[in-house]
């Protein structure tokens, strides 16, 4: 049987624990809570998925304690998707139909967070996880339960929104990386 060196300790994995998460939820309660507002564009229903965020950590599975600042984002991503069932059109088509500017209350001081707000549902989902998230398309559509072809279409048309408003941030530079995306090729290449 071999013994470990002397000098050399062998590391325990640590789990988190309750007590992580509390201090987690605690330390970022700003940025957790407007993760879940970004993806509800909704007071009440972003209060919920925090707070169901938060109770589905304390019941989750054992994550490793280097994760579970991660894991509770993801826990909100998660709520939030089941309580909004956003979903791309099922028609194919992604129409630019948007909220009206009185739909978003409170927001017009900030133009561009009302111009995200003003996203449809799946768009807004795909434009906070994929850009703001920065999860993979493979993992956003995964947790969607769409096609990769659905959420580049989804973000072109939330990249497009936001840069057409005027009052966004959006390089146009972004707007052709879209449209490279958008091809036939490179959609078959990365699928």
């Known amino acids: 049987m071999m013994q470990p060196r002397v000098g ?3 590391k325990r994995t640590e789990y988190a624990v309750a007590g992580d998460f509390c201090r987690i939820f605690a330390e970022n309660t700003n940025g957790l809570y407007w993760l879940s507002f970004l993806l509800t564009a909704d007071s009440v229903k972003a209060e919920q998925c925090f707070v169901s965020g938060l109770e589905d950590c304390f019941e989750a599975n054992r994550v490793f304690k280097d994760w579970a600042q991660s894991w509770a984002r993801r826990a909100i991503i998660q709520n939030a998707i089941r309580l909004m069932r956003p979903a791309p059109d099922p028609t194919g088509r992604f129409s630019v139909q948007m909220l009206k500017s009185d739909d978003v209350n409170g927001t017009g001081r900030n133009v561009p967070l009302a111009d ?18 920065r999860y993979s398309d493979q993992e956003c559509k995964t947790l969607l339960g769409c096609s990769r072809q659905d959420i580049v279409v989804a973000r072109n048309q939330a990249l497009e929104r936001m840069a057409a408003s005027g009052n966004s941030p959006v390089p146009h530079a972004a707007l052709g990386a879209g449209e490279l995306l958008m091809q036939r090729r490179f959609m078959a290449e990365t699928a």
Not at 118 to 133: G, I, N
């Open 8 to 10: 050399s300790e062998v």
């Open 116 to 133: 995200l707000l003003k996203l449809k549902t799946f768009e807004r989902f795909v434009f906070v996880m994929s850009v703001l998230e």
